[in-house]
């Protein structure tokens, strides 16, 4: 069993990134839109601006009380647009309740949208076609690529349909021509959907909901799934009663998360490079 | 076994369809944009005209010659969008060599865009969101449930990953709680997918694809592949091969082309209906 280290390949990368920062005196700025003060949202943005830190990227925090109208939102997000000293623009999830974060972060500049998730970089995946891709599903396929996996004609278990993750990371592994099931809670027999892929990506978010009898001898496993159990971060597999089956697999924490950290970095450089051309 | 009968769903949508739009006198106009003389963009704008004219629909035909540009297209386009006259539009394919169709379809008015192709149609399918659906995939979905064949729950062995039919297909049924498997050219084992599924939808192309040993007593078949063979059109099942064990099956053709035009009518209907509201 090989362990896909996606904290070790992060450091890689970031060592990557930092030298391409400097070398190309790449001046790169991430506004980040914080609105209220959800303790899981500054967590995120807090972790964000660490590792722009470390790469040499310039993060710019604009705090919105938790009463912020849609309205004010989106005068935020059209100046941060027009802004030519702003590289990208992430509207940090979650929101407040009344806030309509699809369509206030469907207002980000596309060219600007590090998330991946406005209407132009999501239909640009539907027709694999370049743009900027989610960071999470980004991350996923990168650190497959990292060792080697070749994805064209393997069989996917995919669990989860969420924005996130699982539907764009589902359109990402078709245009790599990987044959994928979307799995969700209304699967029947999800079993004998897991039991038979060559690669079992977990993105739900429900601890041990992958076993040991659901997966083939040689799986390759991928854990998306986060949840704090007792005070500890544990992912949707296992871990211990699968992983001697796994001819691949990450760990959770320490897998997918930290690749999707890099993959804001790597959008931020893309994006800055991309300036001025059409997405 | 039942047959899936597009045939004589179509007659009664008709009906339906033709009584609704007298009753509420919804005066419809489809302006349809045809390049050049691609013989089998005649033939749909023929069939099309047909069906719009049994059902008390105006249509519009705007012949542009084979060497016309792409920015003498989206002047047209953009007229369409801004006649009051005019409910939907249509830009015929398969289009001349020169024309970027994915762009110059993309200018239509999401509010008039019967396909259901433009960005922002797809990325209210791709969220779960209402907008207008492309005419196969509704139309495939419509003709299941007019059947009472619950979806939610089922596998699906989805076969082609068309921006046509495949790919839209595969976001409604996941909609529908469907579980996807999305193959294509690069699957491997296909028949080791398809022998499993609960329900078989093949939009390949390619005749006697699908033969008696690759799909499972009582699955339920859907045909939208198309292929002219001597003459003659045939699907992509081996129909009389595999028709004992279907619970069951559309014919093809006869099941899923008079659903595709009789959405088309729908989604005009629908156009109508939802004038100046936003999608």
Partial sequence: MILLDGKAYRKELLEEYKKEIEDKKLDITLAIIQIGNEPSSIAYIKNKIKYCDMVGIRTRLHYLGSKTTNEELKILI???????????????SPVPKGIDYVSCA?????????????????YNLYNNKKGIVPCTPKGVVKLLKHYDIKLAGKTVALLGRGL????????????????VTLCHSKTKNLKAITKEADIVISAVGKPNLITGDMVK???IGVDIGLTS???????DFDFEAIKDKASYITPSPGGVGPMTISMIIENLIEAKKNKGKNV
Same sequence: chains 1, 2.
């Fill in 106 to 122: 469907n207002l980000i500049d596309p060219k600007k949208d590090i998330d991946g998730f406005t209407k132009d970089n999501i």
């Fill in 164 to 179: 996130v993750a699982g539907r764009p990371l589902m359109l990402m592994l078709e245009n790599e021509n990987a044959t």
């Fill in 78 to 92: 059209n100046k941060l647009n027009l802004d030519d000293n702003i590289t990208g623009i992430i509207l940090q």
């Fill in 229 to 235: 159990v007792d005070g500890k971060l544990v992912g």
């Fill in 217 to 219: 001898e040689g799986f």
